[in-house]
Nanobody
Framework: QVRLVESGGESVQAGGSLEHTCADASQRAFSRYVMGWFRQAPGNECDFVAAVAWSGDLTYYADSVKGGLTISRDNRRNLVYLQMNSLKPEDTAVYYC?????????????????WGQGTQVTVSS
């Protein structure tokens, strides 16, 4: 059973940076999964942010976050990262990492099988 544990949520000023980390505590077949990050702002749906292929060579970003976020992974340590720079108040949300072990479009949350607990990011102006 995949078990994703996140860290990195905090409150920051606009323009600041932070890094989320998501670990696969089960240490199973992490390198086989597509890993994604989603976020949910108050009153909004859970929106796709970024995804990284199993090899780490291919990355995908939502148009709304391109240029400000970087997703990466370390398969030897079973970790996936989301580096967030130049944060804006509209980036305030709960951020979730997720693992996709089967097919389906990476931008849809329903195609992901396992989810982290979520971490709150609050960006103040």
């Amino acid at each position: 059973q995949v078990r994703l544990v996140e860290s990195g949520g905090e409150s920051v000023q606009a323009g600041g940076s932070l890094e989320h980390t998501c670990a696969d505590a089960s240490q199973r077949a992490f390198s086989r999964y597509v890993m994604g990050w989603f976020r949910q702002a108050p009153g909004n749906e859970c929106d796709f942010v970024a995804a990284v292929a199993w090899s780490g060579d291919l990355t995908y970003y939502a148009d709304s976050v391109k240029g400000g976020l970087t997703i990466s992974r370390d398969n030897r340590r079973n970790l996936v990262y989301l580096q967030m720079n130049s944060l804006k108040p509209e980036d305030t949300a709960v951020y979730y990492c997720a693992a996709k072990t089967t097919g389906g479009d990476y931008i849809y949350s329903g195609t992901y099988d396992h989810w982290g607990q979520g971490t709150q990011v609050t960006v103040s102006s």
